[in-house]
């Protein structure tokens, strides 16, 4: 029901995003504003059926669009909303995000169409290079901690961990105070903080449920895992391939094999088993990462301070431009994009190599369904030829998962969550599964409250099915 809202209540709508994890893309309305937080693709479609249900709401009410960070899964969808619909709102993100988001997004436009050629409809690509260069400059940029006024609509940008510029957006209207966590983490890695929780409270959490109930290893342990599960596969002769996404957590799994590397100089360093990072961004999207070290946390830019050379110059690892340059060699270990498997370098090298009983594939990332990443994971004896799915390539190759994601896990998300203290909590980004355990576990843990006035309500809406809060009486225009 998407009828008249009463003067009192805040509507909560997903466009995307509702019940999955992909083309996130939320609306707020609330005393005739209208918020909209991110504009995301979904990894495992294409085309138009990647996108949020943008046809089930009027965009032209769209007052302010915020992006939380430059994944496609919650930006990729942007240059499509601001030039080929009736949106004409304004747009914030964060410095370090618009800065990668101008290449990625330029990646992913090439590599959409290149996919889209045994289409006959070229119209199915979301939109061009055109379209991302004009609507690029229409984006405003949001520093942490600083509060924007769009016609009352205020908010302010918070670490949110994740990945590079993400940020955590509280919005208020009139009073009212919602927080939107975007995707966060609450681990200290090696190059981020981790999310704030901000200092003043808020009404409404909307929250990512990516990990549902489920707990990480220690950080200290998967870090050992992955170091020595890579080792022992190039010491037998294997070839290690790492599906990436470009940019975020893959500098993060670098930082971690340049140091191993150089501790296991004897065995590993001068060549003997080189890493490579494959992707056609690598060089441009490094030098952003160079850029805003000052946005990281204190270890490294300690590390920057004391050597005196950036940490994200790497010793042991070289760019990759695509594989034409690549000769394959003895073992080798392989960051390639994109994370998901779905085309590009990643698929090709899968590919080739997973006939090899000695070679490993390891998946760091989060993998949506319906994408090859989530599919390899259950062992197939033969995998679809991306060129011609007519091919099926088998499968002997170790596969293994390791998760360097960056999502909460339970325990961190529901001490996130106890410490922001909404009545209203609104989970977003996450598969029905693991969402409604979340929220079960979430009811249950708050279930003293039940029937006082701090009785916290727990919300898992699929796409296009409304929340409505009521808020009669309790806020106060300030
Ligand atoms: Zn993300």
């Known amino acids: 029901d998407r009828g008249q809202l009463s003067k009192t209540s805040l509507r909560f709508y997903s466009l995307g995003g509702g019940n999955e994890v992909g083309r996130s893309c939320h609306i707020l309305q609330y005393k005739g504003k209208t918020v909209m937080l991110d504009a995301g693709v979904h990894p495992a479609h294409q085309g138009l059926a990647s996108l949020p249900f943008y046809d089930e709401f009027d965009l032209s009410t769209v007052d302010v669009l915020l992006i939380s960070h430059f994944h496609l899964d919650h930006a990729a969808s942007l240059p499509y909303v601001m030039q080929r619909t ?89 009073g009212l105070k919602v927080l939107f966590t975007g995707d966060y983490s609450r681990e200290t890695d090696r190059h981020l903080n981790s999310a704030e929780v901000p200092t003043s409270s808020s009404d409404v959490l909307i929250v990512e449920s990516t990990f549902g109930t489920a707990t990480h290893e220690p950080r200290i342990n998967r870090e050992k895992k992955l170091t020595q599960l890579i080792h022992s596969t190039v010491m037998r002769g294997g070839r290690v391939l790492l599906p990436v996404f470009a940019l975020g957590r893959a500098q993060e799994i670098m930082l971690i094999l340049d140091e191993y590397w150089s501790q296991h100089a004897d065995e590993l360093g001068n060549g003997q088993v080189p890493v490579f990072y494959a992707s056609n961004l690598a060089k441009k999207c490094m030098s952003v990462f160079q850029t805003y070290v000052n946005m990281m ?31 394959d060699f003895g073992p080798s270990v392989m960051l390639a994009s994109p994370g998901m498997l779905q085309n590009g370098l990643s698929r090709d090298l899968l590919e080739k190599w997973c006939p090899g009983e000695k070679n490993l594939v390891l998946i760091t990332g989060y993998s949506v369904e319906g994408t090859m990443a989530k599919f390899i994971m259950l062992e197939p004896d033969t995998i679809p030829s991306i060129n011609n799915p007519e091919i099926n390539i088998p499968r002997r190759c170790q596969i293994e998962e390791i998760s360097f994601a960056a999502h909460v896990d339970f325990r961190e998300n529901l001490e996130f969550i106890e410490k922001v203290g909404a009545r209203n909590i609104i989970l977003v980004h996450g598969e029905s599964n693991p969402m409604g355990r979340l929220k079960s576990a979430l009811l249950s843990n708050f279930s003293a409250l039940k029937n006082t006035e701090d009785e916290v309500r727990v919300f898992n809406p699929r796409n296009c099915i409304s929340v409505d809060l009521e808020f009669k009486g309790v806020k106060v225009a300030k």
């Not at 300690?302 to 000769?327: A, G, M, T």
């Open 86 to 174: 009736n949106f004409r709102g304004r747009v914030f993100m964060t410095h370090p995000t618009k800065a990668i988001y101008r290449w990625l997004l330029s990646d992913f436009v090439k590599v959409t169409s290149i996919g889209s050629t045994s289409f006959s409809d070229k119209d199915e690509n979301l939109y061009t290079d055109e379209d991302l260069a004009e609507s690029f400059d229409r984006i405003e940029t949001i520093d942490f901690h600083s509060t924007i006024d769009v016609n009352g609509i205020k908010f302010v940008a918070f670490h949110a961990g994740h990945v590079l510029g993400a940020a955590m957006f509280q919005v208020e209207i009139a």
């Open 297 to 327: 946390n204190d270890d490294i830019r300690k590390k920057f301070r004391d050597s005196q050379s950036n940490p994200f110059i790497f010793k042991n690892i070289s760019y990759l431009k695509n594989l034409d340059e690549f000769q």
